[in-house]
């Protein structure tokens, strides 16, 4: 379900003229009329296709309310008589060349059919008092508040939304975004490029079409050339007042809480959650679909691999809390100083 502010959709498709895109199979009764977009099995409603591919989603699968859900043969007694059952042998591939299908443009800054004439497009709202820059673009459909500022260099893509007192610095690229009020973002930082998603084929790496957005909030401060990918059915969603040095990652659909606090080089990978008041070290590492509690704070050139508990202090890779990570690093000093002094002693057995 891409936001019409951002992505054109060139469907709908009917299942005939799916089946023959993806190589899918129809399997019992078609139910479905036209599919006109794609959504997760969480936010599918009617005219949606989805897919599924793991026996364990049995309950989100059931509740869905998709026309058109892509599965395995071993998933698909599973779909709901109310949707119609696609079967393939690669389901999330064939989720992503349909989507691709309906949204062939969606990396675009604008749209193919009116591309940019003026450096300013003259239907994007400028605020009262906003100054924007010798150099800057701002592209169809952009909405800029009262008083904020849009430095040189910087690139506003289509539907951008940007908010009150908003400061825009040199050579900030901002697409498929809404921004928030008294937002800063620093030079070369941008925002709302495609995420890192790839599905694995035979043929090579299939880019799965990123049709999310980026949402930052109020009082958001975020350092020169920080990266912040849009997400890819979801949105990436950044809290009120959280603030981001310089040199950031932010994969897709990664939720960042409020007033959360990321020091230099943190790389989060997709789809991370961090709860209110997270403090992240310099080059912290983070892994995908992990959550961290609110409260919680990590020392830097840390690795999360795994769920951090709320309120505590943690360290080393992978994360653990600060105090057996400390002691960690003691006896491993010990015995690395005891082996120097007795090179002939043997090492300590595992």
Not at 163 to 181: E, F, K, M, Q, W
Request: proline share 6%.
């Amino acid at each position: 379900m891409a936001d019409p502010r951002f992505f054109d959709n060139h469907g709908p498709l009917t299942i005939d003229a799916i089946e023959a895109l993806v190589g899918a199979v129809r399997k019992g009764p078609s139910t479905a009329g036209a599919i006109t977009d794609v959504a997760s099995l969480e936010t599918a409603g009617p005219g949606h296709l989805s897919f599924c591919e793991r026996a364990n989603l049995k309950a989100t699968l059931a509740a869905s309310r998709a026309s058109a859900v892509l599965v395995t043969d071993a998933v698909a007694g599973l779909v709901p008589g109310g949707a119609t059952c696609l079967v393939s042998r690669a389901p999330a591939l064939a989720f992503a060349k349909v989507a691709a299908a309906l949204y062939p443009d969606a990396g675009t800054l604008w749209s193919r059919d009116h591309p940019p004439a003026t450096a300013i497009d003259p239907s994007a709202s400028i605020g009262e008092g906003t100054v924007i820059a010798p150099g800057a673009f701002v592209g169809p459909g952009v909405e800029i508040g009262r008083g904020a500022t849009i430095a040189p260099g910087a690139v506003i893509g289509r539907g951008v939304r940007i908010g009150d007192g908003t400061r825009i610095g040199p050579l900030v690229t901002l697409s498929h975004a809404i921004i928030g009020n008294r937002v800063t973002i620093h030079g070369g930082t941008a925002i709302g490029q495609d995420g890192f998603g790839y599905i694995g084929s035979a043929a090579g790496h299939y880019k799965i079409p990123q049709l999310g957005r980026v949402l930052i909030h109020d009082d958001v401060e975020i350092g020169a050339n920080t990266t912040i990918d849009r997400g890819a059915l979801g949105d990436t969603d950044i809290g009120m007042g959280t603030k981001i040095d310089n040199l950031c990652q932010i994969g897709h659909n990664t939720r960042l809480g409020r007033h959360c606090v990321l020091a230099g080089q943190v790389g989060l990978s997709g789809s991370v959650t961090l709860g209110d008041f997270v403090v992240l070290g310099g080059q912290v590492a983070v892994s995908d679909h992990v959550t961290i509690g609110t409260g919680a704070r990590v020392a830097g050139r840390s690795g999360v691999t795994r769920d951090l508990e709320a309120g505590k202090t943690y360290g080393g890779f992978p994360a653990m809390p600060i105090g057996a990570w400390r002691r960690e690093v003691v006896i491993l000093a010990r015995l690395a100083a005891r082996r120097l002094r007795d090179p002939e002693r043997e090492a300590p057995p595992d």
